[in-house]
């Protein structure tokens, strides 16, 4: 009987990954641009050590790969919002100054006319450097990324232009999540950038993208880990109540 049980918590055990996966992407349903990655499944491994030889027990398998399928686009009407189209991603400088990407675009700009993300930052230009805007200026971000800052006593002025978006196509490569948020390509060292694909890295502005996270997806899967962590813990019980019968059972028989 001892076998239900050492199975059914070794189920508990490894299943607390896929709860953490769960509850990271059901507290990111509302954030801007996040992206599903992490994608867990069970095996059954061999059991190791003194008399487990002939036992196996469930084992969580992860694969880390950021799903860059569109989230919904929300019109917003502010002049510094984007929302990436297709599988583009905007370059980013991390705390340390190096680069990453990201979908987030609900951009803003500091006292100090730096252009960060909502979640502060820096965001870069073509030629890798920050861009820094006007800080009372009027901001606009065109289509292909392009920024220009004009009066904003003079409403039907062009602009000069200040700066491009960082925007590469990410349809060719596998990226990975950073601990700080933000993507890095998969299998190679921080700060790499991207081999950039045959579509031109476009936005649309004044909108952001939605976290692409189904609230009722993830709802749904959330009660059935319940369910399944009920399940072992019952079986594990009856094991007990199993073991417990047995032995009145070799008691009354002696």
Do not use: H
Not at 60 to 77: E, F, M, N, Q, Y
Not at 122 to 142: D, H, L, S, W, Y
């Amino acid at each position: 009987m001892d076998r239900l049980a050492f199975n059914a918590v070794a189920a508990i055990n490894e299943q607390r990954v896929s709860r953490q996966v769960t509850a990271n992407e059901m507290a990111n349903v509302s954030t801007p641009g996040f992206k599903r990655s992490y994608e867990v499944a069970m095996r059954a491994i061999k059991a190791e050590g003194a008399g487990l030889a002939t036992r196996m027990q469930p084992e969580s398998v992860s694969k880390d790969i950021i799903s860059l399928k569109p989230g919904p686009v929300i019109a917003t009407g502010r002049e510094l919002d984007v929302a990436m189209n297709q599988q583009a991603v905007l370059g980013v400088s991390t705390r340390d100054g190096k680069l990453a990407f990201t979908r987030r675009g609900d951009l803003q700009v500091t006292a100090t006319g730096v252009l960060q993300t909502g979640a502060g930052f820096a965001v870069r230009g073509e030629g890798g450097q920050p861009i820094t805007v006007p800080a009372t200026g009027k901001i606009t971000i065109n289509p292909d990324g392009s920024i220009y800052a004009g009066n904003p006593a003079v409403p039907n002025e062009a602009g000069v232009l200040v700066g491009r978006l960082l925007l590469r196509d990410a349809s060719q490569a596998q990226l990975e999540r950073r601990e700080d948020g933000l993507f890095k390509v998969s299998g190679q060292a921080d700060g790499s950038d991207i081999t950039n694909g045959s579509v031109p890295g476009r936005v649309t502005p004044k909108a952001i993208e939605g976290s692409n996270v189904n609230a009722m997806e993830i709802m749904i899967k959330l009660m059935d880990q319940a369910r399944n962590f009920e399940q072992q813990v019952r079986i594990i019980k009856e094991s007990k109540t199993n073991d417990e019968g047995a032995t009145s059972m070799l008691k009354l028989g002696g």
